[in-house]
């Protein structure tokens, strides 16, 4: 067995086996409706995983029977998709409408100038993606708002940003230690 067909981490390597169960639910009659399966599968890999990998991008090509140049392809023109491994830790930072108001601008500047990192990239050591989400969180009242892992900060000041960042960090190491 491979690495990547032995390990299950939402962070690490894509665990291929759990592609091909994935993908053994897309059925279809003929090529055309294959074809029209591409994305969805894409979407359902993205989102269990966090990412897609290219072998699991070969899975699906072979699996619809189209080439993995295609699929590389949407893989690359989607900007939902990522094509690499979240960080250790995962954050949504709202720039909605309200959020924007409130300063969210000043949230993703100090992610760059602190961390080097923008929408949808990872610190180098890893401890850190970022997504900027244009949309709403649904949580306006307390703009500017992140989502770090599956906790919710509200009110965020570059301040009080860092340090939910800096907490997050140290409790998954913590984790990882213990
Ligand atoms: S706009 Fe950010 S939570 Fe609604």
């Not at 894409?42 to 189209?66: C, K, P, R, Y």
């Not at 050591?125 to 970022?130: A, F, K, N």
């Not at 009080?160 to 213990?178: F, P, Q, W």
């Amino acid at each position: 067995m491979s690495h990547a067909e032995s390990h299950t981490s939402p962070h690490g390597e894509i665990d291929l086996n759990v592609v091909r169960e994935m993908l053994s639910h897309f059925t279809y009659q003929d090529h055309q409706e294959a074809q029209e399966l591409i994305l969805s599968a894409l979407q359902e890999i993205n989102e269990h995983f966090g990412w897609v990998s290219m072998e699991a991008a070969e899975l699906v090509a072979d699996h619809l029977g189209t080439t993995a140049t295609r699929v590389y392809g949407l893989l690359t023109f989607y900007a939902d998709f990522r094509t690499q491994p979240r960080g250790k830790n995962f954050m949504l930072l709202c720039h909605g409408m309200s959020c924007y108001v409130m300063g969210s601008n000043k949230l993703i500047e100090e992610l760059q100038v602190n961390y080097g990192i923008g929408d949808g990239d990872t610190t180098a050591d890893g401890e850190l993606t970022v997504q900027v989400v244009n949309g709403c969180l649904g949580i306006c009242d307390c703009a500017p708002v992140a989502k770090l892992g599956d906790e919710f900060h509200g009110n965020l000041t570059v301040d009080s940003l860092n340090e939910a960042i800096r907490n997050a960090i140290a409790a998954r190491s913590a984790v990882a230690v213990s």
